[in-house]
């Protein structure tokens, strides 16, 4: 099975950067689709973004595009998601996960999961 391990969260203050990252042991990402989804308090949980192993392809949420970059280090096998110009509503605990590659664009689909890093911002 794959394991996987976020790490890089944090407090950082509005307009701050911060980077995570999310190692796999077990198993190589390479047929895989990961991502980054995040939960504030009361809230449900979110696409963040996700990144297509095999191609390298992305795609990332309207609240991340601009701001958020999601990457992987096949050497490491290490996916990372850089943020910057961080706000307060990005608050949240934030999760990495993977679906096995050609599974439906869904959640749901998602079958690994990290225990996930805390990340708030507050000045």
């Known amino acids: 099975q794959v394991q996987l391990t976020e790490s890089g969260g944090g407090l950082v203050q509005p307009g701050g950067s911060l980077s995570l990252s999310c190692a796999a042991s077990?198993?190589?990402?390479?047929?895989?689709?990961v991502g980054w989804f995040r939960q504030a308090p009361g809230k449900e949980r979110e696409f963040v973004a996700h990144i297509t192993w095999s191609t390298g392809s992305t795609s990332y949420s309207p609240k991340a595009q601009g701001r958020f970059t999601i990457s992987g280090d096949s050497a490491k096998n290490t996916v990372y998601l850089q943020m910057n110009n961080l706000n307060p509503e990005d608050t949240a605990v934030y999760y990495c996960?993977?679906?096995?590659?050609?599974?439906?664009?869904?959640?749901?689909?998602?079958?690994?999961w990290g225990q996930g890093t805390q990340v708030t911002v507050s000045s």
């Open positions: 077990g198993r190589t990402f390479s047929n895989y689709v």
């Open positions: 996960a993977a679906r096995r590659a050609f599974t439906p664009n869904s959640i749901q689909s998602y079958n690994y």
